[in-house]
T-cell receptor, first 120, second 114 residues
Framework: AQTVTQSQPEMSVQEAETVTLSCTYDTSENNYYLFWYKQPPSRQMILVIR??????QNATENRFSVNFQKAAKSFSLKISDSQLGDTAMYFCAFIASALNYGGSQGNLIFGKGTKLSVKP | NAGVTQTPKFRILKIGQSMTLQCTQDMNHNYMYWYRQDPGMGLKLIYYSVGAGITDKGEVPNGYNVSRSTTEDFPLRLELAAPSQTSVYFC?????????????FGPGTRLTVT
């Protein structure tokens, strides 16, 4: 079974600085997708960035980038130039590409989350 | 597009009562999902649907039922509510099983069972 582990329950960063959130996962699949979701106090789940396992190039979305290490099964999120609006829970999530995997085709596996606080 | 909408936003139930959480999407997505999020945890899949008339269990289906009579709607039914069902419930949808399988989430329903 797949698992996703986020080892940092809480982190804080000063505004304008850079912070890295860690995520490791376990799977026997070769093709899969990884995501970082942001959940602000409004509770809305917002997709921040995604990475396809077959792509070696790390994904980047403006101030957000990932360090994807497939062999190490590591998928960290780097937030540059942190802003007060980045304060939120951040969830790492995994989904297998195989259509019939585990009989649960849409099963996003989530980590427990990291609470990020950006301080002025 | 409104995206994924959920009603109600909040609800308090007494033990043993039942209710239906509504979910609607206007993106013509075939896949729809129900998750629950307990305090301090990530989301866990309750049920999912790959199209109208087709549903299947996820990781934590006990105490819930679903139906999918249309592409747009995917209601979640709680029968005989229990305190263990106190949680935040999220509905999500995605395109048919092509890449990149991104799921779009609704705003959530906070349910308290007392």
């Amino acid at each position: 079974a797949q698992t996703v582990t986020q080892s940092q329950p809480e982190m804080s960063v000063q505004e304008a600085e850079t912070v890295t959130l860690s995520c490791t996962y376990d799977t026997s699949e070769n093709n899969y997708y990884l995501f970082w979701y942001k959940q602000p106090p409004s509770r809305q789940m917002i997709l921040v960035i995604r990475q396809e396992a077959y792509k070696q190039q790390n994904a980047t979305e403006n101030r957000f980038s990932v360090n994807f290490q497939k062999a190490a099964k590591s998928f960290s999120l780097k937030i540059s130039d942190s802003q007060l609006g980045d304060t939120a829970m951040y969830f790492c999530a995994f989904i297998a590409s195989a259509l019939n995997y585990g009989g649960s085709q849409g099963n996003l596996i989530f980590g427990k989350g990291t609470k990020l606080s950006v301080k002025p | 597009n409104a995206g994924v909408t959920q009603t109600p936003k909040f609800r308090i139930l007494k033990i043993g009562q039942s209710m239906t959480l509504q979910c609607t999407q206007d993106m013509n997505h075939n896949y729809m999902y129900w998750y629950r999020q307990d305090p301090g945890m990530g989301l866990k899949l309750i049920y999912y649907s790959v199209g109208a008339g087709i549903t299947d269990k996820g990781e934590v289906p006990n105490g819930y039922n679903v139906s999918r009579s249309t592409t747009e709607d995917f209601p979640l039914r709680l029968e005989l509510a229990a305190p263990s069902q106190t949680s935040v419930y999220f509905c999500a949808s995605s395109y048919s099983a092509d890449t990149p399988r991104e799921q779009y989430f609704g705003p959530g329903t906070r349910l308290t069972v007392t």
